[in-house]
């Protein structure tokens, strides 16, 4: 029982640097999400894909883009990584069309020096 | 927009203790509420939910009344365990079209001391 798996665990960037986290989920989702959780500030959401084939942005998106590869495949770039956005990164999926239960994977921890 | 305000923690409690978290909303049209749980090192997971009105969710000993006319969904337990200690999140989800999405509150850090 996968669920949802992100990759990596743990990453340290220097200062404008790039990378992209993957998330793959295989319960056959229609929808997949990207949050980021800093202390104080619970969980934000930076880009969602309520379907395959279409992706939009939530609450805090700036310095993020994501790519909807399949069905299954759901990553997240920072194409020039800032000490903000070091934080903890999960990937969720849920079956979509009011469907609300989330299944999240168990993050990747980030630092940005 | 949608909001969501948590009893601020932490909230640390002895075995057997009675636990209530505080969760009061803001949302457009007739959201469904949510618990969702994050045990350290993990990611969260639903603990309870509500879809309407007076609904009572109950899990693992856990429950929460969907209160329309308060917009409160307070989370209780009778008597915690050591193992009930992680950080709760109260979400209303944004009711109405296809594309639904969670609004986290902070969360509330519970420990629980033998």
């Known amino acids: 029982n996968a669920g949802v798996t992100q990759t990596p665990k743990f990453q340290v960037l220097k200062t404008g640097q790039s990378m992209t986290l993957q998330c793959a989920q295989d319960m056959n989702h229609n929808s997949m999400y990207w949050y980021r959780q800093d202390p104080g500030m619970g969980l934000r959401l930076i880009y969602y894909s309520a379907s395959e084939g279409t992706t939009d942005k939530g609450e805090v998106p700036n310095g993020y883009n994501v790519s909807r590869l399949n069905k299954r495949e759901f990553s997240l770039r920072l194409e020039s990584a800032a000490p903000s956005q070091t934080s903890v990164y999960f990937c969720?999926?849920?079956?979509?069309?009011?469907?609300?239960?989330?299944?999240f994977g168990s993050g990747t921890q980030l630092s940005v020096l | 927009g949608d909001s969501v305000t948590q009893m601020e923690g932490p909230v640390t409690l002895s075995e057997e203790a009675f636990l209530t978290i505080n969760c009061t909303y803001t949302a457009t049209g007739y959201p469904s509420l949510f618990w969702y749980v994050q045990y350290p090192g993990e990611g969260l997971q639903l603990l309870l939910k509500?879809?309407?009105?007076?609904d009572k969710g109950s899990n693992k000993g856990f429950e929460a009344t969907y209160r329309k006319e308060t917009t409160s969904f307070h989370l209780e337990k009778g008597s915690v365990q050591v193992s009930d200690s992680a950080v709760y999140f109260c979400a209303p989800s944004r009711s109405g079209g296809s594309n639904y999405k969670l609004t986290f509150g902070k969360g509330t850090l519970l420990t629980v001391n033998p």
């Open positions: 969720a999926s849920s079956a979509g069309q009011g469907n609300e239960k989330l299944f």
């Open positions: 509500a879809t309407k009105a007076d």
